[in-house]
Protein backbone atom coordinates (compact mmCIF):
# COMPACT_ATOMS: atom_id res chain seq x y z
CA UNK A 1 0.00 0.00 0.00
CA UNK A 2 1.31 3.21 -0.82
CA UNK A 3 0.14 6.76 -0.76
CA UNK A 4 0.89 10.15 -2.89
CA UNK A 5 1.31 13.16 -0.64
CA UNK A 6 0.60 16.76 -1.74
CA UNK A 7 1.01 19.85 0.00
CA UNK A 8 -1.63 22.43 -0.86
CA UNK A 9 -1.21 25.91 -0.71
CA UNK A 10 0.27 25.85 3.11
CA UNK A 11 0.36 29.09 4.98
CA UNK A 12 1.33 29.17 8.76
CA UNK A 13 1.62 31.53 11.49
CA UNK A 14 3.04 31.97 14.44
CA UNK A 15 1.43 34.77 16.38
CA UNK A 16 1.80 38.04 14.19
CA UNK A 17 5.15 36.28 11.86
CA UNK A 18 4.08 34.34 9.01
CA UNK A 19 6.28 31.46 8.56
CA UNK A 20 4.88 29.85 5.38
CA UNK A 21 3.77 31.33 2.77
CA UNK A 22 1.50 29.11 0.45
CA UNK A 23 4.38 26.34 -0.11
CA UNK A 24 2.71 23.49 -2.70
CA UNK A 25 5.05 20.22 -3.13
CA UNK A 26 4.14 16.75 -4.03
CA UNK A 27 5.53 13.01 -3.43
CA UNK A 28 4.20 9.94 -5.00
CA UNK A 29 3.46 7.14 -3.60
CA UNK A 30 6.80 5.17 -2.23
CA UNK A 31 8.73 8.27 -3.09
CA UNK A 32 11.78 9.76 -0.77
CA UNK A 33 10.79 13.90 -0.43
CA UNK A 34 13.57 15.34 1.54
CA UNK A 35 12.85 19.61 2.42
CA UNK A 36 15.96 21.04 2.63
CA UNK A 37 16.89 25.14 3.45
CA UNK A 38 18.76 27.22 6.12
CA UNK A 39 17.34 27.17 9.62
CA UNK A 40 14.18 28.80 10.53
CA UNK A 41 13.30 28.45 6.66
CA UNK A 42 9.91 26.80 7.70
CA UNK A 43 10.92 23.09 7.50
CA UNK A 44 9.69 22.13 10.97
CA UNK A 45 6.49 24.04 10.44
CA UNK A 46 5.85 22.05 7.15
CA UNK A 47 6.18 19.14 8.84
CA UNK A 48 4.22 19.65 11.49
CA UNK A 49 1.46 20.27 9.63
CA UNK A 50 1.17 16.82 9.30
CA UNK A 51 1.13 15.98 12.32
CA UNK A 52 -1.51 18.06 12.80
CA UNK A 53 0.19 19.96 15.61
CA UNK A 54 -0.49 23.23 14.63
CA UNK A 55 -3.02 25.33 12.99
CA UNK A 56 -2.34 26.18 9.38
CA UNK A 57 -4.05 27.47 5.87
CA UNK A 58 -4.37 25.23 2.96
CA UNK A 59 -4.37 21.15 2.62
CA UNK A 60 -2.40 18.35 3.27
CA UNK A 61 -3.81 15.53 0.73
CA UNK A 62 -3.12 12.07 0.86
CA UNK A 63 -3.88 10.12 -1.91
CA UNK A 64 -5.95 13.31 -2.95
CA UNK A 65 -7.83 13.40 0.40
CA UNK A 66 -7.23 16.44 2.95
CA UNK A 67 -6.15 14.75 6.23
CA UNK A 68 -7.80 17.68 7.92
CA UNK A 69 -11.10 15.86 7.82
CA UNK A 70 -9.83 13.14 9.75
CA UNK A 71 -9.98 12.22 13.13
CA UNK A 72 -6.38 11.88 15.18
CA UNK A 73 -7.14 8.07 15.45
CA UNK A 74 -7.21 7.79 11.54
CA UNK A 75 -4.88 10.21 10.85
CA UNK A 76 -2.15 8.24 12.46
CA UNK A 77 -2.86 5.09 10.72
CA UNK A 78 -2.21 7.11 7.32
CA UNK A 79 1.05 9.32 8.70
CA UNK A 80 3.70 8.01 11.38
CA UNK A 81 5.60 10.96 12.69
CA UNK A 82 9.04 11.41 14.52
CA UNK A 83 10.07 14.95 15.39
CA UNK A 84 12.86 16.53 15.88
CA UNK A 85 13.99 15.46 19.13
CA UNK A 86 11.43 12.87 20.24
CA UNK A 87 10.64 12.30 24.35
CA UNK A 88 12.33 9.05 25.26
CA UNK A 89 10.64 8.95 28.28
CA UNK A 90 13.27 7.18 31.16
CA UNK A 91 12.58 3.90 32.23
CA UNK A 92 10.44 3.16 29.49
CA UNK A 93 10.87 -0.24 28.21
CA UNK A 94 11.87 -0.26 24.35
CA UNK A 95 9.02 -3.05 23.74
CA UNK A 96 7.00 -0.64 25.13
CA UNK A 97 7.85 2.18 23.60
CA UNK A 98 7.45 0.95 19.95
CA UNK A 99 4.02 -0.62 21.49
CA UNK A 100 3.09 2.53 21.51
CA UNK A 101 3.04 2.61 17.44
CA UNK A 102 0.00 0.10 17.57
CA UNK A 103 -2.25 3.10 19.16
CA UNK A 104 -4.23 4.11 16.52
CA UNK A 105 -5.29 0.54 15.80
CA UNK A 106 -6.35 -0.17 19.83
CA UNK A 107 -10.37 1.19 21.19
CA UNK A 108 -9.78 3.51 23.96
CA UNK A 109 -10.19 1.84 26.56
CA UNK A 110 -8.62 -1.83 24.90
CA UNK A 111 -5.12 -3.43 26.03
CA UNK A 112 -2.74 -4.78 23.17
CA UNK A 113 -3.88 -7.81 21.55
CA UNK A 114 -2.11 -11.33 20.19
CA UNK A 115 -2.12 -9.47 17.18
CA UNK A 116 -0.59 -6.05 18.37
CA UNK A 117 2.06 -8.00 20.21
CA UNK A 118 3.36 -9.54 17.07
CA UNK A 119 3.67 -6.33 15.36
CA UNK A 120 5.79 -4.69 17.90
CA UNK A 121 8.41 -8.06 17.55
CA UNK A 122 8.29 -7.58 13.55
CA UNK A 123 9.47 -4.18 14.18
CA UNK A 124 11.86 -5.13 16.47
CA UNK A 125 13.07 -7.54 14.36
CA UNK A 126 13.47 -5.82 11.56
CA UNK A 127 15.37 -3.04 12.85
CA UNK A 128 17.78 -6.01 14.87
CA UNK A 129 16.45 -4.15 17.93
CA UNK A 130 15.31 -7.49 19.29
CA UNK A 131 17.87 -7.78 22.07
CA UNK A 132 16.84 -4.43 23.00
CA UNK A 133 13.36 -5.19 23.89
CA UNK A 134 13.43 -4.92 27.45
CA UNK A 135 16.19 -2.60 27.59
CA UNK A 136 15.50 1.54 28.75
CA UNK A 137 14.55 3.61 25.49
CA UNK A 138 16.81 6.47 27.67
CA UNK A 139 19.74 4.69 28.11
CA UNK A 140 20.38 3.86 24.22
CA UNK A 141 22.68 5.78 21.88
CA UNK A 142 21.67 8.31 19.13
CA UNK A 143 21.65 5.60 16.59
CA UNK A 144 19.88 3.12 18.57
CA UNK A 145 17.61 5.59 19.63
CA UNK A 146 16.77 6.49 15.87
CA UNK A 147 16.25 2.38 14.88
CA UNK A 148 13.97 2.87 17.77
CA UNK A 149 11.69 5.21 16.49
CA UNK A 150 11.52 3.94 13.36
CA UNK A 151 10.44 0.29 14.85
CA UNK A 152 7.46 2.47 16.72
CA UNK A 153 7.08 3.99 13.15
CA UNK A 154 6.96 0.39 11.22
CA UNK A 155 4.53 -0.84 14.15
CA UNK A 156 2.33 2.21 13.36
CA UNK A 157 2.05 0.95 9.57
CA UNK A 158 1.07 3.95 8.11
CA UNK A 159 1.62 4.14 4.12
CA UNK A 160 3.38 7.88 4.51
CA UNK A 161 6.35 8.39 7.14
CA UNK A 162 7.13 12.12 8.69
CA UNK A 163 10.98 12.00 9.64
CA UNK A 164 12.10 16.09 11.25
CA UNK A 165 15.62 15.54 11.39
CA UNK A 166 16.27 12.06 11.64
CA UNK A 167 19.80 12.62 11.70
CA UNK A 168 20.94 15.75 13.19
CA UNK A 169 22.66 14.16 15.54
CA UNK A 170 24.06 11.34 14.81
CA UNK A 171 27.55 10.99 13.77
CA UNK A 172 28.85 10.65 9.80
CA UNK A 173 28.67 6.60 9.78
CA UNK A 174 25.53 6.16 11.81
CA UNK A 175 23.86 9.05 9.83
CA UNK A 176 24.64 6.75 6.83
CA UNK A 177 23.43 3.47 8.65
CA UNK A 178 19.73 4.96 9.38
CA UNK A 179 19.41 6.65 6.08
CA UNK A 180 19.62 3.29 4.09
CA UNK A 181 17.85 1.80 6.75
CA UNK A 182 15.03 4.35 6.07
CA UNK A 183 15.43 3.69 2.19
CA UNK A 184 15.46 0.06 2.20
CA UNK A 185 12.42 0.03 4.36
CA UNK A 186 10.91 2.73 1.86
CA UNK A 187 11.86 0.08 -0.97
CA UNK A 188 10.48 -3.10 0.86
CA UNK A 189 7.63 -1.69 2.01
CA UNK A 190 6.55 0.91 -0.16
CA UNK A 191 6.44 3.97 2.38
CA UNK A 192 6.55 7.34 1.33
CA UNK A 193 9.16 9.33 3.28
CA UNK A 194 9.50 12.72 3.94
CA UNK A 195 12.12 14.45 5.79
CA UNK A 196 13.64 17.65 6.77
CA UNK A 197 17.60 17.55 6.55
CA UNK A 198 20.51 19.61 6.77
CA UNK A 199 23.16 17.48 5.27
CA UNK A 200 22.84 18.55 1.81
CA UNK A 201 24.66 15.80 0.38
CA UNK A 202 22.53 13.15 2.37
CA UNK A 203 20.01 14.92 0.46
CA UNK A 204 21.30 14.61 -3.11
CA UNK A 205 22.06 11.10 -2.32
CA UNK A 206 19.05 9.84 -0.17
CA UNK A 207 16.18 11.84 -1.60
CA UNK A 208 14.26 11.42 -5.01
CA UNK A 209 12.58 14.39 -4.64
CA UNK A 210 14.21 17.62 -2.55
CA UNK A 211 12.77 21.00 -1.73
CA UNK A 212 14.97 23.68 -1.22
CA UNK A 213 12.87 26.22 1.44
CA UNK A 214 13.56 29.80 2.19
CA UNK A 215 12.11 32.30 4.50
CA UNK A 216 8.90 29.91 4.01
CA UNK A 217 8.79 30.27 0.36
CA UNK A 218 9.83 27.37 -2.19
CA UNK A 219 13.05 28.25 -3.88
CA UNK A 220 12.43 25.01 -6.03
CA UNK A 221 11.51 21.57 -6.22
CA UNK A 222 12.55 18.41 -8.34
CA UNK A 223 15.58 16.04 -8.70
CA UNK A 224 18.10 17.06 -6.87
CA UNK A 225 20.47 17.90 -9.65
CA UNK A 226 17.93 19.84 -10.60
CA UNK A 227 17.25 21.77 -7.64
CA UNK A 228 20.66 21.36 -5.40
CA UNK A 229 22.59 24.15 -7.92
CA UNK A 230 25.47 26.28 -7.08
CA UNK A 231 23.96 29.31 -8.08
CA UNK A 232 20.42 28.29 -6.25
CA UNK A 233 22.09 27.05 -3.20
CA UNK A 234 24.93 30.40 -3.19
CA UNK A 235 21.73 32.79 -2.93
CA UNK A 236 19.97 30.65 -0.02
CA UNK A 237 23.02 29.60 1.93
CA UNK A 238 25.97 31.35 1.50
CA UNK A 239 28.59 32.03 -2.11
CA UNK A 240 30.87 29.51 -0.82
CA UNK A 241 29.15 26.31 -1.45
CA UNK A 242 30.33 23.94 -3.78
CA UNK A 243 28.14 21.13 -6.07
CA UNK A 244 30.95 18.63 -6.67
CA UNK A 245 31.36 14.93 -8.49
CA UNK A 246 32.69 11.99 -6.21
CA UNK A 247 32.65 8.93 -8.09
CA UNK A 248 29.48 9.52 -9.09
CA UNK A 249 28.12 10.58 -6.46
CA UNK A 250 26.73 14.59 -5.49
CA UNK A 251 28.64 16.14 -2.43
CA UNK A 252 28.08 19.52 -1.31
CA UNK A 253 30.54 21.45 0.99
CA UNK A 254 31.36 24.75 1.75
CA UNK A 255 34.28 26.19 1.01
CA UNK A 256 36.42 27.99 3.54
CA UNK A 257 37.38 31.32 1.63
CA UNK A 258 40.11 33.68 2.14
CA UNK A 259 37.33 36.36 3.51
CA UNK A 260 36.14 34.40 5.92
CA UNK A 261 39.39 33.13 7.33
CA UNK A 262 40.88 36.27 7.94
CA UNK B 1 9.03 -16.98 14.39
CA UNK B 2 7.65 -14.08 16.99
CA UNK B 3 4.20 -15.24 16.25
CA UNK B 4 2.59 -15.93 20.24
CA UNK B 5 5.62 -14.64 21.53
CA UNK B 6 3.91 -13.11 24.48
CA UNK B 7 5.02 -9.29 25.35
CA UNK B 8 8.13 -8.25 26.74
CA UNK B 9 6.61 -6.01 29.66
CA UNK B 10 3.77 -7.16 31.24
CA UNK B 11 2.10 -7.06 34.08
CA UNK B 12 3.31 -10.57 35.04
CA UNK B 13 0.75 -12.84 37.45
CA UNK B 14 3.48 -13.24 39.94
CA UNK B 15 3.61 -9.36 40.53
CA UNK B 16 -0.51 -9.29 41.19
CA UNK B 17 -0.48 -12.24 43.28
CA UNK B 18 2.55 -11.24 45.62
CA UNK B 19 0.76 -7.44 45.85
CA UNK B 20 -2.68 -8.92 46.38
CA UNK B 21 -0.96 -11.24 49.28
CA UNK B 22 0.64 -8.42 50.60
CA UNK B 23 -2.77 -6.58 50.74
CA UNK B 24 -4.44 -9.35 52.50
CA UNK B 25 -1.19 -10.22 54.89
CA UNK B 26 -1.86 -6.12 55.79
CA UNK B 27 -5.75 -6.48 56.54
CA UNK B 28 -5.02 -9.90 58.37
CA UNK B 29 -2.94 -7.60 60.50
CA UNK B 30 -4.47 -4.47 60.87
CA UNK B 31 -7.49 -6.02 62.29
CA UNK B 32 -5.71 -8.45 64.63
CA UNK B 33 -3.44 -5.71 66.36
CA UNK B 34 -5.08 -3.35 69.12
CA UNK B 35 -5.35 -3.02 72.91
CA UNK B 36 -7.15 -7.16 72.97
CA UNK B 37 -5.57 -9.12 70.54
CA UNK B 38 -7.01 -11.56 68.06
CA UNK B 39 -5.06 -14.77 66.57
CA UNK B 40 -4.44 -14.46 62.86
CA UNK B 41 -6.39 -17.68 62.25
CA UNK B 42 -9.55 -16.28 64.10
CA UNK B 43 -9.15 -13.61 62.19
CA UNK B 44 -8.88 -15.51 58.38
CA UNK B 45 -11.25 -18.31 60.23
CA UNK B 46 -13.71 -15.15 61.11
CA UNK B 47 -13.85 -13.58 57.52
CA UNK B 48 -13.91 -16.90 56.06
CA UNK B 49 -17.50 -17.66 58.16
CA UNK B 50 -18.71 -14.05 56.14
CA UNK B 51 -18.57 -15.89 52.70
CA UNK B 52 -21.56 -17.78 51.75
CA UNK B 53 -21.92 -21.59 52.80
CA UNK B 54 -18.70 -21.51 55.14
CA UNK B 55 -19.30 -21.74 58.48
CA UNK B 56 -15.96 -21.44 60.54
CA UNK B 57 -16.13 -22.03 64.12
CA UNK B 58 -13.48 -19.47 65.64
CA UNK B 59 -14.15 -19.85 69.44
CA UNK B 60 -13.86 -15.89 69.12
CA UNK B 61 -16.58 -14.19 71.65
CA UNK B 62 -19.37 -12.26 70.57
CA UNK B 63 -17.60 -9.34 72.34
CA UNK B 64 -14.05 -9.88 69.74
CA UNK B 65 -16.16 -10.21 66.71
CA UNK B 66 -17.63 -7.08 67.30
CA UNK B 67 -14.47 -5.52 67.73
CA UNK B 68 -12.98 -7.01 64.60
CA UNK B 69 -16.06 -6.69 62.44
CA UNK B 70 -17.78 -2.63 63.72
CA UNK B 71 -14.62 -1.27 65.09
CA UNK B 72 -11.11 -2.72 63.34
CA UNK B 73 -12.24 -3.87 60.07
CA UNK B 74 -14.03 -0.37 59.04
CA UNK B 75 -10.76 1.22 60.00
CA UNK B 76 -9.07 -0.84 57.85
CA UNK B 77 -10.98 -1.52 54.77
CA UNK B 78 -10.99 2.63 55.01
CA UNK B 79 -7.17 2.57 54.62
CA UNK B 80 -7.18 0.29 51.76
CA UNK B 81 -9.71 2.16 49.80
CA UNK B 82 -7.58 5.64 50.77
CA UNK B 83 -4.27 4.37 49.97
CA UNK B 84 -5.16 2.83 46.86
CA UNK B 85 -7.16 5.68 45.70
CA UNK B 86 -4.32 7.95 46.38
CA UNK B 87 -1.60 5.91 44.84
CA UNK B 88 -4.15 5.54 41.69
CA UNK B 89 -4.51 9.13 41.44
CA UNK B 90 -0.69 10.09 42.20
CA UNK B 91 0.34 7.70 39.35
CA UNK B 92 -2.13 9.33 37.14
CA UNK B 93 -0.88 12.67 37.50
CA UNK B 94 2.47 11.87 37.68
CA UNK B 95 1.75 10.32 33.97
CA UNK B 96 -0.53 13.63 32.68
CA UNK B 97 1.93 16.02 33.52
CA UNK B 98 4.67 13.63 33.03
CA UNK B 99 6.19 14.66 36.39
CA UNK B 100 7.70 12.43 38.59
CA UNK B 101 7.01 15.29 42.00
CA UNK B 102 3.35 15.34 40.65
CA UNK B 103 0.77 14.16 43.74
CA UNK B 104 -3.19 14.28 44.07
CA UNK B 105 -2.46 17.31 45.51
CA UNK B 106 -0.81 19.35 42.32
CA UNK B 107 -4.06 20.76 41.09
CA UNK B 108 -5.13 22.47 44.84
CA UNK B 109 -7.08 19.75 45.49
CA UNK B 110 -5.61 19.49 48.72
CA UNK B 111 -5.48 23.44 49.69
CA UNK B 112 -9.04 23.57 48.76
CA UNK B 113 -9.57 20.84 50.87
CA UNK B 114 -8.05 22.11 53.65
CA UNK B 115 -9.88 25.33 53.10
CA UNK B 116 -13.22 23.50 52.98
CA UNK B 117 -12.46 21.93 56.20
CA UNK B 118 -11.24 24.94 57.98
CA UNK B 119 -14.43 26.30 57.10
CA UNK B 120 -16.29 23.72 57.98
CA UNK B 121 -14.48 23.38 61.25
CA UNK B 122 -14.47 26.90 62.04
CA UNK B 123 -17.99 28.01 61.81
CA UNK B 124 -20.14 24.54 61.31
CA UNK B 125 -20.90 24.51 65.17
CA UNK B 126 -24.15 25.90 64.21
CA UNK B 127 -25.10 23.08 62.18
CA UNK B 128 -25.42 20.73 64.90
CA UNK B 129 -28.62 18.25 63.83
CA UNK B 130 -27.71 18.73 60.25
CA UNK B 131 -29.13 15.75 58.08
CA UNK B 132 -25.45 15.67 56.66
CA UNK B 133 -22.39 16.15 58.44
CA UNK B 134 -20.60 19.31 57.11
CA UNK B 135 -17.05 18.87 57.16
CA UNK B 136 -16.45 16.00 54.60
CA UNK B 137 -18.84 17.39 52.42
CA UNK B 138 -16.71 20.90 52.76
CA UNK B 139 -13.69 19.03 52.12
CA UNK B 140 -15.34 17.19 49.10
CA UNK B 141 -16.00 20.83 47.67
CA UNK B 142 -13.47 22.39 48.60
CA UNK B 143 -11.07 19.90 46.70
CA UNK B 144 -13.30 19.80 43.44
CA UNK B 145 -13.34 23.67 43.70
CA UNK B 146 -9.69 24.27 44.04
CA UNK B 147 -9.10 21.63 41.01
CA UNK B 148 -11.48 23.50 38.78
CA UNK B 149 -10.40 27.02 39.26
CA UNK B 150 -6.39 25.66 38.46
CA UNK B 151 -8.40 24.46 35.31
CA UNK B 152 -9.77 27.52 34.44
CA UNK B 153 -6.65 29.27 34.78
CA UNK B 154 -4.34 27.33 33.25
CA UNK B 155 -6.98 26.90 29.79
CA UNK B 156 -7.58 30.23 29.82
CA UNK B 157 -3.78 31.47 29.43
CA UNK B 158 -3.27 33.05 26.29
CA UNK B 159 0.26 32.05 25.36
CA UNK B 160 -0.98 28.29 25.01
CA UNK B 161 -2.72 24.98 27.19
CA UNK B 162 -0.04 23.25 28.00
CA UNK B 163 0.39 20.80 30.71
CA UNK B 164 3.25 22.96 32.28
CA UNK B 165 0.93 26.19 32.32
CA UNK B 166 -1.88 23.80 34.38
CA UNK B 167 0.84 22.70 36.98
CA UNK B 168 1.65 26.60 37.19
CA UNK B 169 -1.76 27.65 37.62
CA UNK B 170 -2.17 24.76 40.13
CA UNK B 171 0.95 26.29 42.05
CA UNK B 172 -1.11 29.45 42.31
CA UNK B 173 -4.43 28.28 42.84
CA UNK B 174 -3.01 26.15 45.88
CA UNK B 175 -1.14 29.09 47.42
CA UNK B 176 -4.30 31.24 47.30
CA UNK B 177 -6.43 28.89 48.96
CA UNK B 178 -3.43 28.08 51.83
CA UNK B 179 -3.19 31.51 52.47
CA UNK B 180 -7.25 31.96 52.96
CA UNK B 181 -7.31 28.31 55.08
CA UNK B 182 -4.12 30.04 57.01
CA UNK B 183 -5.80 33.38 57.97
CA UNK B 184 -9.05 31.65 59.19
CA UNK B 185 -7.36 29.13 60.99
CA UNK B 186 -5.44 32.21 63.00
CA UNK B 187 -8.47 34.00 63.37
CA UNK B 188 -10.51 31.20 64.97
CA UNK B 189 -7.46 30.21 66.87
CA UNK B 190 -10.02 27.97 69.20
CA UNK B 191 -10.66 25.37 66.85
CA UNK B 192 -6.89 25.59 65.58
CA UNK B 193 -5.96 22.38 66.89
CA UNK B 194 -9.05 20.40 65.23
CA UNK B 195 -8.41 21.77 61.87
CA UNK B 196 -4.38 21.27 62.26
CA UNK B 197 -5.73 17.46 63.50
CA UNK B 198 -7.57 17.16 60.23
CA UNK B 199 -4.88 18.65 57.82
CA UNK B 200 -2.57 15.85 59.44
CA UNK B 201 -4.89 13.19 58.45
CA UNK B 202 -6.80 10.56 60.38
CA UNK B 203 -8.59 7.14 59.40
CA UNK B 204 -10.67 7.55 62.64
CA UNK B 205 -14.31 5.81 61.55
CA UNK B 206 -17.44 5.35 63.64
CA UNK B 207 -18.42 2.45 61.96
CA UNK B 208 -18.68 1.57 58.84
CA UNK B 209 -20.93 4.77 57.39
CA UNK B 210 -17.60 7.01 56.32
CA UNK B 211 -16.43 3.52 54.14
CA UNK B 212 -20.27 2.97 52.52
CA UNK B 213 -19.89 7.23 51.84
CA UNK B 214 -16.46 6.91 49.47
CA UNK B 215 -16.81 3.36 48.26
CA UNK B 216 -19.00 4.18 45.12
CA UNK B 217 -16.80 7.10 44.53
CA UNK B 218 -13.08 5.02 44.63
CA UNK B 219 -14.14 2.17 43.02
CA UNK B 220 -15.96 3.94 39.80
CA UNK B 221 -12.43 6.28 39.71
CA UNK B 222 -10.09 3.19 40.06
CA UNK B 223 -12.03 1.49 37.53
CA UNK B 224 -11.37 4.50 34.97
CA UNK B 225 -8.06 4.93 35.76
CA UNK B 226 -7.70 1.16 35.78
CA UNK B 227 -9.15 0.60 32.11
CA UNK B 228 -7.55 3.61 30.45
CA UNK B 229 -3.78 3.27 32.17
CA UNK B 230 -2.00 2.16 28.48
CA UNK B 231 -3.06 6.21 27.45
CA UNK B 232 -1.06 7.21 29.86
CA UNK B 233 2.17 5.63 28.72
CA UNK B 234 1.38 7.06 25.38
CA UNK B 235 1.48 10.41 27.02
CA UNK B 236 4.64 10.32 28.27
CA UNK B 237 5.96 11.12 24.81
CA UNK B 238 4.91 14.11 24.67
CA UNK B 239 1.96 16.20 23.32
CA UNK B 240 2.59 16.32 19.83
CA UNK B 241 3.85 12.59 19.30
CA UNK B 242 0.88 11.81 21.71
CA UNK B 243 -1.27 13.32 19.19
CA UNK B 244 0.24 11.71 16.01
CA UNK B 245 -0.51 8.67 17.55
CA UNK B 246 -4.35 8.63 17.38
CA UNK B 247 -5.20 10.34 20.71
CA UNK B 248 -6.68 13.50 21.83
CA UNK B 249 -4.05 14.74 24.71
CA UNK B 250 -5.81 17.50 26.05
CA UNK B 251 -8.80 15.63 26.71
CA UNK B 252 -7.42 12.11 27.61
CA UNK B 253 -5.56 14.64 30.26
CA UNK B 254 -8.85 16.08 31.36
CA UNK B 255 -10.71 12.90 31.95
CA UNK B 256 -7.70 11.23 34.13
CA UNK B 257 -7.59 14.33 36.11
CA UNK B 258 -11.25 14.22 36.62
CA UNK B 259 -11.26 10.94 37.65
CA UNK B 260 -8.51 11.29 40.10
CA UNK B 261 -9.78 14.20 41.37
CA UNK B 262 -12.96 13.01 42.38
CA UNK B 263 -11.63 9.92 44.07
CA UNK B 264 -9.24 12.28 45.92
CA UNK B 265 -11.51 14.45 46.85
CA UNK B 266 -13.99 11.52 47.95
CA UNK B 267 -11.31 10.41 50.27
CA UNK B 268 -9.98 13.38 51.32
CA UNK B 269 -13.14 14.49 52.90
CA UNK B 270 -13.06 11.49 55.17
CA UNK B 271 -9.75 10.66 56.16
CA UNK B 272 -8.08 14.43 55.83
CA UNK B 273 -4.58 15.23 53.98
CA UNK B 274 -2.68 12.09 53.97
CA UNK B 275 0.43 12.72 52.24
CA UNK B 276 3.63 11.05 50.45
CA UNK B 277 1.38 8.10 49.81
CA UNK B 278 0.51 9.37 46.42
CA UNK B 279 4.39 9.42 45.23
CA UNK B 280 6.17 6.82 46.97
CA UNK B 281 4.13 4.17 45.98
CA UNK B 282 4.31 4.72 42.27
CA UNK B 283 7.60 5.41 42.17
CA UNK B 284 8.07 2.63 44.47
CA UNK B 285 6.28 0.35 42.20
CA UNK B 286 7.66 1.65 38.81
CA UNK B 287 11.60 1.07 40.45
CA UNK B 288 10.70 -1.93 41.49
CA UNK B 289 9.01 -3.57 38.35
CA UNK B 290 8.15 -1.69 35.20
CA UNK B 291 7.81 2.05 34.30
CA UNK B 292 4.76 1.28 31.93
CA UNK B 293 1.63 2.19 33.36
CA UNK B 294 0.06 -1.08 32.57
CA UNK B 295 2.12 -2.24 35.29
CA UNK B 296 2.55 0.78 37.61
CA UNK B 297 -0.82 1.37 38.13
CA UNK B 298 -2.86 -2.17 39.14
CA UNK B 299 0.37 -2.40 41.42
CA UNK B 300 0.12 0.86 43.06
CA UNK B 301 -3.25 0.04 44.01
CA UNK B 302 -3.16 -2.87 45.48
CA UNK B 303 0.16 -1.89 47.17
CA UNK B 304 -1.10 1.60 48.11
CA UNK B 305 -4.22 0.02 49.77
CA UNK B 306 -1.15 -2.17 51.78
CA UNK B 307 0.92 0.46 52.78
CA UNK B 308 -1.81 2.58 54.38
CA UNK B 309 -2.94 0.16 56.35
CA UNK B 310 0.54 -0.80 57.50
CA UNK B 311 1.34 2.93 58.56
CA UNK B 312 -2.20 2.91 60.33
CA UNK B 313 -1.15 0.16 62.61
CA UNK B 314 1.84 2.07 63.54
CA UNK B 315 -0.17 5.36 64.03
CA UNK B 316 -2.49 3.27 66.48
CA UNK B 317 0.19 1.52 68.25
CA UNK B 318 3.49 3.17 68.55
CA UNK B 319 2.62 5.47 71.34
CA UNK B 320 -0.67 3.69 72.85
CA UNK B 321 -3.00 4.98 74.10
CA UNK B 322 -2.70 8.33 71.88
CA UNK B 323 -2.48 8.50 68.37
CA UNK B 324 -0.28 9.26 65.74
CA UNK B 325 -1.80 11.40 62.89
CA UNK B 326 -1.05 8.75 59.93
CA UNK B 327 0.36 11.67 57.75
CA UNK B 328 3.08 11.93 60.26
CA UNK B 329 3.80 8.28 60.04
CA UNK B 330 3.39 7.86 56.05
CA UNK B 331 6.00 10.70 56.18
CA UNK B 332 7.83 8.96 59.08
CA UNK B 333 8.19 5.48 57.36
CA UNK B 334 7.86 6.60 53.49
CA UNK B 335 10.52 8.54 53.18
CA UNK B 336 13.21 6.57 54.58
CA UNK B 337 12.01 3.32 53.20
CA UNK B 338 11.69 5.52 49.85
CA UNK B 339 15.51 6.26 49.71
CA UNK B 340 16.52 2.64 50.21
CA UNK B 341 14.26 2.09 47.24
CA UNK B 342 16.13 4.89 44.75
CA UNK B 343 19.58 3.83 46.17
CA UNK B 344 19.04 0.01 45.62
CA UNK B 345 17.18 0.37 42.33
CA UNK B 346 19.16 0.49 39.26
CA UNK B 347 16.77 2.54 37.14
CA UNK B 348 15.84 5.86 37.29
CA UNK B 349 13.05 7.92 38.68
CA UNK B 350 11.68 9.91 35.54
Redesign the interface.
Known sequence: MTSALEFSNIEASFGDTKVLHGVTVGVRGGGWLGVVGPNGAGKSTLLRTIAGSISYGGSVLADGQPIENLSHRERAKIVAYVPQRPLYPQGMAVFDYVLLGRTPYLGTLASESREDVAAVWGSLEALHLVDFASRDVATLSGGETQRVSLARVLAQNAPIVVLDEATASLDVAAQHEVLELIDHLRASRGMTVITAIHDLTAAAQFCEKVMLLDDGRSVGAGTASEVLTEERLGSVFEPSIRVIDVDGSTVIVSLRTEESSS | ?????????RLHWWWVGGAAFALFAAVVAGVMVGPISIAPIDVIGSMASRLPFIDVDTGLTERSEAILWEIRMPRVVLAVLVGSMLSAAGASYQGVF?NPLADPYLLGAGAGAGLGATIAIAYGSSTVGWIIDPLPLAAFVGALGGVALAYVLGYTVRSGRTSVTLILAGVAVAAFLTALQTFLQQRESDTLREVYGWILGSLNTAGWDEVLLVTPYVLVCLVAVL??R??L??L??????A??????PGRIRLIFVIFATLGTAAVVAVSGLIGFVGIIVPHTV?LAT???Y?VVVPLSILLGGAFLVVADIIARVAVTPAEIPIGVVTAIIGAPFFAVVLRTSK????
Open positions: MNAGRPSATRVGRLDVSVGDTEGTLGIRRSASRGVVS
